[in-house]
């Protein structure tokens, strides 16, 4: 199939119209709708007239989109559940430390010297020369020693608890599932 000089504005009359992709190329004919959709692209064909269909756009009312507000779930859990499990309940929730821990430069670890049980807690600049990571002993389950793993996990505020809305975290010697347990 060629498009033809009469094709070409049989084309454009019927896209002016406000006729769809699908629709002129059942009209024309031999002519799939992305072939249509190509040659309006080239022609730089943009100005559409708009059908009746365009024009019958119904408002939403405000209670419509109260109501669908009101229906959403409200989750019963907030946070990772797995790292949950590690935490006591009456944990107090960490401030931020206004000041790292200092490591000494000899037991600062880079990304080529981190071991599997190394804590990996960034600090510092990674644009830096001195930035390196923790490397302390990690909490079995978790990527960072205590101190990090403090700050990273903090568990949730009490008044969520006192109002149910969250579970309580159980206490820190709970076991993390292994792959032999599950």
Not at 91 to 97: C, G, M, N, Q, R
Not at 121 to 128: C, L, T
Request: glycine share 6%; proline share 8%.
């Amino acid at each position: 199939m060629s498009w033809t000089d009469e094709r070409v504005e049989l084309l454009k009359k019927l896209w002016g119209e406000g006729l769809s992709a699908s629709q002129i190329a059942g009209r024309l004919g031999s002519v799939t709708r992305n072939a249509v959709i190509g040659k309006v692209h080239r022609l730089g064909l943009s100005g559409r007239a708009t059908t009746s269909r365009m024009k019958t756009v119904r408002p939403r009312s405000r209670m419509a989109n109260a109501k669908r507000a009101a229906t959403k779930p409200r989750f019963a859990q907030v946070g990772n559940p797995a790292v949950r499990a590690l935490y006591p309940a009456d944990a107090e929730p960490v401030l931020p430390a206004v000041e790292e821990l200092v490591i000494p430069v000899a037991e600062r670890k880079t990304i080529q010297t981190l071991t599997e049980c190394s804590c990996r807690w960034p600090i510092g600049d990674p644009q830096m020369s001195d930035f390196h990571f923790c490397g302390k002993s990690k909490v079995t389950g978790l990527p960072y020693c205590e101190f990090h793993a403090r700050r990273a996990f903090q568990p949730a505020m009490p008044r969520r608890r006192e109002r149910g809305d969250v579970e309580a975290p159980l206490p820190i010697t709970a076991q993390v599932p292994t792959k032999e347990s599950a």
